[in-house]
């Protein structure tokens, strides 16, 4: 009976057609299934043709995401430099420092201050309107206890040459415009 049902099991009926199933091991001694060589290759040739198109993209990407992410952290720093003035009621100064390219939020109590390194970005100037642009050392902006503060604007360049002007008004209101060169 056992017999039966193995011939039964090795053919099988599709579409009316009879179909026997045999494994290579009844054709080729010792046979092993496996992946052949050009199998192989050509499943590495898709894996490399894929990386070659996605990694320059990525690589791009990753440049402008650094000047993207200063100019986040500029913005950021003075809106959070205006809610900690008029939450303490206390100025707060913002200390750009163009030498290190940090961003430094100072004059609150000791855990309200912070630093930013921006990552292979440089600050190119700072200035305001009242006074003339600052290419080295340090400049300082002071955010009164109503949330305010002198108009300033600060210019970031990535080694790629883009760059992000970020615009500060009296009422701490920031706009940004980028070039890319």
């Given at each position: 009976m056992a017999g039966k049902a193995f011939e039964t099991f090795k053919s099988l009926r599709l579409l009316g057609v009879m179909v026997k199933i045999e494994n290579c091991k009844s054709r080729i001694p010792n046979c092993k299934s496996a992946f052949t060589l050009i199998e192989l290759f050509l499943v590495l040739a898709i894996i490399?043709?894929?990386?070659?198109?996605?990694?320059?993209?990525?690589?791009?990407?990753?440049?402008?995401?650094?000047?993207?992410?200063?100019?986040?952290?500029?913005?950021?720093?003075?809106?959070?430099?205006?809610?900690?003035?008029v939450l303490k009621?206390?100025?707060?100064?913002?200390?750009?420092?163009?030498?290190?390219?940090?961003?430094?939020?100072?004059?609150?109590?000791?855990r309200d201050n912070?630093?930013?390194?921006?990552?292979?970005?440089?600050?190119?100037?700072?200035?305001?309107?009242?006074?003339d642009k600052v290419t080295k050392g340090s400049y300082s902006v002071v955010y009164q206890t109503n949330g305010r503060c002198k108009p300033y604007t600060i210019r970031m360049v990535d080694s790629e040459g883009a760059s992000t002007e970020v615009r500060v008004d009296a009422l701490a209101t920031a706009e940004t415009a980028t070039e890319n060169e």
């Amino acid at each position: 009976m056992a017999g039966k049902a193995f011939e039964t099991f090795k053919s099988l009926r599709l579409l009316g057609v009879m179909v026997k199933i045999e494994n290579c091991k009844s054709r080729i001694p010792n046979c092993k299934s496996a992946f052949t060589l050009i199998e192989l290759f050509l499943v590495l040739a898709i894996i490399g043709i894929s990386t070659a198109i996605v990694v320059p993209s990525f690589l791009q990407s990753m440049k402008g995401n650094r000047l993207r992410v200063a100019t986040r952290t500029v913005v950021k720093a003075g809106r959070y430099a205006r809610s900690i003035a008029v939450l303490k009621q206390a100025p707060i100064t913002i200390v750009f420092d163009l030498d290190n390219s940090t961003v430094s939020v100072a004059g609150g109590e000791g855990r309200d201050n912070i630093k930013r390194t921006l990552d292979r970005i440089t600050i190119e100037f700072v200035m305001s309107s009242e006074e003339d642009k600052v290419t080295k050392g340090s400049y300082s902006v002071v955010y009164q206890t109503n949330g305010r503060c002198k108009p300033y604007t600060i210019r970031m360049v990535d080694s790629e040459g883009a760059s992000t002007e970020v615009r500060v008004d009296a009422l701490a209101t920031a706009e940004t415009a980028t070039e890319n060169e």
